[in-house]
């Protein structure tokens, strides 16, 4: 989670007065921020709220605070051409947008604002720069438009910010502390982004560092350009309208800037920011008063709900019975009605609702999945298995291509923050055998199990997914047959008092021949076998390896003691 340092006074300059102690801390819990401490002016603040980039900064915090005021940059509207993006950069890093910004000079606690929300949005919302970096640069010193082209890294030349010395962009990559950091998110010796101006000035290496000429922010600086560049078109704009309202609460004329793509865009191939969504990242909610009821316990009329959202910042229609919300500009979070009501839950502020007494009493107990785990677990364990622990989730290829299995496909992440977990995992075995492949300098024989969950698709489940309970044994010694894992298995199914019965089947997983499926009641519930040498070879493993899989769960009959 974000941990802010606030200068007090900015932040009192920001809110428009200057709230005491007491009402600064319940200000900040309103809006999901607890102070966590006090050094000198500054202010520790650490925001709970992973969903809303835009409160990772002192602006954001205080336009949560105070009543909303208008933002004339984000009113639709031509806009100046800022930047022509080339399409060599389309499989690289395409999307690149901008705006200008004119005030009365940068201070001091104003520059170091800039700078940390620069860089929370940038390592956080935006990934360590692989999804979204920013650069902010001196305007008046540019000649418009602004390119955004691919080079050879070994071309360009330009004195990196902070350096003493003109580099290449190899150089940069090598030795620049930035371009040691960040380095990894280019491909060696592919073509690298670069922003030029109209004069073939260079502005920056993105998503490394600025120039040192036009990249350099000083106090005082009273014309800036702002720019994002990154893989996701939506993460960029929404990062772009964040710092343009900062700039607006800061009293700055924001000045749109469109940028021109070669190619095919989800927003067109002429794109304008701030503001080049049209009607926001998210479309209007529509809200039931109803939904306020089931959440909150009471129903609020029409005006009352409306008016705590405008509040709020929210563009309101009123219906029969029903909202219409629009989020502002710098929200992209907003999914479901419930956003729209939780909003009004701050808005009106949690201790306006009167408590209500518990209706129901119960007492708590293990649920039943939990218990048929416990017991397969504490049996696994008394037969001197080790147990491990893995993710839930996992990259496609642990899941089926070094398991040589193609589908079904598993349950996929729809924005998964890297490839490694962008499933989530349909079998334990992949995660038996990546603790198995790096342990390859323990004392062998290696027993080990795992117990835990599963998802598997299920079109008929309310989210096209169904989760199971599942544990996996592996075996990994000198000798490792079938035999002996069927002995394991037969003593925990016999534990359980769980017949069952073995059948020849096909998996890839296994060699031919060594293996089976498990049947229980006649439904496949697992499989048993020995881990094919093709698997073993792909998850980095010299010991021959032997395992089985078997679902827990009242589909398959078990039920607990």
Request: net charge negative; proline share 8%.
């Amino acid at each position: 989670m974000p941990t802010l340092d606030i200068d007090r006074s900015d932040l009192n300059l920001l809110l428009g007065r200057s709230p005491g102690d007491e009402e600064l801390h319940r200000l900040l819990e309103g809006r999901k921020a607890e102070m966590k401490g006090q050094e000198g002016p500054l202010l520790r603040v650490e925001v709970t709220d992973t969903n809303r980039p835009d409160l990772w900064c002192a602006e954001g915090l205080a336009r949560a605070c105070r009543p909303p005021r208008a933002y004339p940059c984000f009113e639709p509207g031509e806009a100046a051409l800022g930047i022509r993006a080339g399409a060599s950069l389309r499989e690289l890093r395409p999307f690149v947008q901008a705006f200008r910004a004119r005030g009365p000079g940068l201070s001091a606690g104003a520059l170091a604002a800039l700078i940390q929300t620069q860089e929370k949005l940038a390592e956080n919302f935006g990934r360590s720069r692989k999804t979204v970096s920013i650069g902010v640069y001196r305007a008046g010193a540019i000649r418009f438009p602004v390119s955004y082209e691919a080079g050879a890294p070994g071309e360009p030349r330009m004195r990196a910010l902070g350096d003493t010395q003109i580099r290449t962009f190899t150089e940069i990559l090598r030795a620049h502390p930035k371009g040691i950091e960040y380095g990894t998110i280019l491909s060696p010796g592919k073509p690298v982004p670069v922003l030029k101006d109209a004069s073939g000035t260079i502005l920056s290496f993105p998503p490394i560092i600025n120039s040192d000429d036009l990249g350099q922010v000083r106090v005082g600086d009273g014309d800036l350009l702002v720019e994002a560049t990154g893989a996701d078109l939506d993460a960029v704009l929404l990062v772009e309208n964040i710092l343009a309202a900062n700039l607006s609460d800061r009293g700055w004329i924001v000045e749109p800037l469109a940028t021109e793509y070669p190619f095919d865009t989800p927003r067109g191939r002429r794109v304008r920011t701030p503001g080049g969504w049209g009607e926001g990242r998210c479309p209007p909610l529509e809200v039931p008063l109803g939904e306020f009821t089931r959440l909150l316990g009471e129903t609020p009329s029409d005006e009352e709900a409306a008016g705590a959202l405008r509040g709020a910042g929210h563009r309101v229609q009123t219906g029969k019975g029903t909202l219409l919300v629009t989020f502002p500009p710098w929200r992209g979070d907003a999914m479901h009605p419930v956003d729209a009501v939780e909003d009004f839950l701050l808005a009106r502020g949690a201790g306006s609702f009167p408590p209500r007494p518990l209706e129901t009493f119960t007492i708590g107990r293990a649920a039943s999945a939990s218990r048929v785990e416990d017991r397969v677990r504490d049996h696994l364990l008394g037969l001197g298995l080790e147990e491990i622990f893995s993710n839930l989730l996992c990259d496609r290829v642990s899941l089926r291509d070094r398991m040589r299995r193609a589908l079904p496909e598993p349950v996929t992440i729809a924005n998964p923050m890297s490839e490694r977990f962008a499933c989530l995992r349909d079998s334990l075995l992949p995660g038996l055998l990546r603790m198995e492949g790096s342990s390859g300098d323990a004392r062998y024989p290696h027993r080990l199990f795992e117990v835990g969950e599963i998802a598997r698709p299920d079109a008929g489940a309310p989210h096209g997914s169904r989760t199971l309970c599942s544990a996996a044994v592996l075996v990994a010694a000198e000798r490792a047959p079938f035999t002996q894992m069927a002995s394991l298995l037969a003593q925990i199914l016999q534990w359980l008092d769980i017949p069952y019965r073995l059948q020849e089947a096909p998996d890839g997983t296994y060699w031919e021949g060594r293996h089976a499926q498990i049947l229980l009641g006649g439904t496949r519930a697992g499989s048993i076998g020995e881990i094919h040498p093709e698997v073993m070879e792909r998850w980095g493993i010299r010991m021959p390896c032997a395992a089985f899989e078997i679902d827990l769960g009242s589909p398959f009959g078990l039920s607990p003691a």
